[in-house]
């Protein structure tokens, strides 16, 4: 028995064109569920609401085919990937949050380099302490994870008249602006950084990269900048580099998350703190509808999805 009921974060009627085959209901984490979940074969997981919220109604779901993220990291979701039914799948969001992401890596490293929140600190004093700041022009900077957030870092900042752009993933390959560096070899070059961006999903390669050996092979003054996930970072390890002043740090995302108060990162000079909003920006929900339409037009007409990037197969579908 097959079933075509789609769960929306988005009220179906704000979404045009959906695909007529298809049955729709709008469930944004509520408590009550807007149908059974064992009629859901398509949900697309309501945004910023947290793994508890993601995850709830997936146990009951028991004849879903897609569950579709509008994040790009899916670590919330891989608990329930071996409950999934065989055959179904697990989809990012692909390309969705590269535009605004990517905004945001650049204002956090402009900011940075220019002294802006130091200048926000004086500004209710009257302060005016003008200073010499490092700029972004004739930088070395290394992006860690060259997908397609990373991709679209590069892409603005080549206007920046940067020095040079380092690309680094988990395997070395070519891209069309040069080549991309495989992990293993940062060792050689961090001393040349001058500003590392992290934009590389969380797994278990990752979790614990960008650690004390990691950080000490960073020249004097360096900046590192997280947009990727907080536990990509041993947040010990940037503590002890960013109070000594050696480093500095942009963070829009730390471990812990939320960072608690109290924490030393929050006090620490020369370190920047956002509160996780790379992908919550206008940019996201135009962004969002296109990816839901494009994977919505695929599931009613049979053809392959993109963006999977898991699948289960543990629980035969009913």
């Known amino acids: 028995m097959t079933t075509s009921d789609v769960w929306l974060p988005f009220p179906p009627a704000e979404l045009p064109a959906l695909p007529a085959s298809l049955t729709y209901h709008h469930w944004d984490g509520e408590d009550e569920f807007p149908a059974d979940p064992a009629d859901c074969?398509?949900?697309?997981?309501?945004?910023?609401?947290?793994?508890a919220v993601a995850l709830r109604p997936?146990?009951?779901?028991t004849r879903v085919r897609v569950v579709q993220t509008l994040t790009a990291g899916v670590e919330h979701m891989l608990p329930a990937v071996p409950g999934l039914p065989a055959g179904a799948v697990l989809c990012n969001a692909g390309e969705l949050h590269n535009t605004s992401t990517a905004e945001l890596a650049l204002a956090l490293t402009l900011a940075a380099q220019r002294g802006i929140p130091d200048a926000v600190r004086a500004q209710p004093e009257?302060?005016?302490e003008p200073t010499v700041r490092p700029s972004l022009a004739d930088r070395r900077v290394l992006i860690v994870g060259h997908g397609g957030i990373g991709a679209a870092i590069e892409d603005r900042l080549v206007p920046f008249d940067v020095a040079?752009?380092?690309?680094?993933?988990?395997?070395?390959r070519s891209a069309e602006r040069g080549p991309v560096h495989g992990v293993d070899e940062l060792p050689?070059?961090?001393p040349r950084a001058e500003v590392v961006i992290l934009a590389t999903p969380l797994t278990e390669a990752t979790r614990g990269l960008v650690d004390a050996d990691f950080l000490a092979l960073l020249p004097d003054g360096a900046l590192l900048v997280n947009v990727a996930r907080g536990a990509v970072v041993d947040t010990k390890a940037l503590v002890a580099e960013v109070e000594?002043?050696?480093?500095?740090a942009a963070l829009d995302v730390t471990d812990p998350e939320p960072l608690p108060p109290g924490h030393p990162l929050w006090r620490a000079a020369g370190v920047l703190i956002t509160p996780h909003v790379g992908g919550p920006s206008t940019a996201f929900r135009p962004r969002a509808e296109r990816l839901l339409l494009a994977q919505l037009g695929r599931f009613a007409s049979g053809e392959p999805l993109r963006h999977?990037?898991?699948?289960?197969?543990?629980?035969p579908a009913e």
């Open 58 to 61: 997936l146990e009951r779901m």
């Open 244 to 248: 000594s002043g050696r480093l500095r």
């Open 41 to 51: 074969a398509f949900y697309v997981v309501p945004y910023m609401k947290g793994p």
């Open 164 to 172: 040079e752009v380092i690309r680094v993933a988990s395997r070395a």
């Open 126 to 128: 009257a302060r005016w």
């Open 188 to 190: 050689s070059l961090l």
């Open 308 to 315: 999977i990037v898991a699948e289960g197969g543990a629980r």
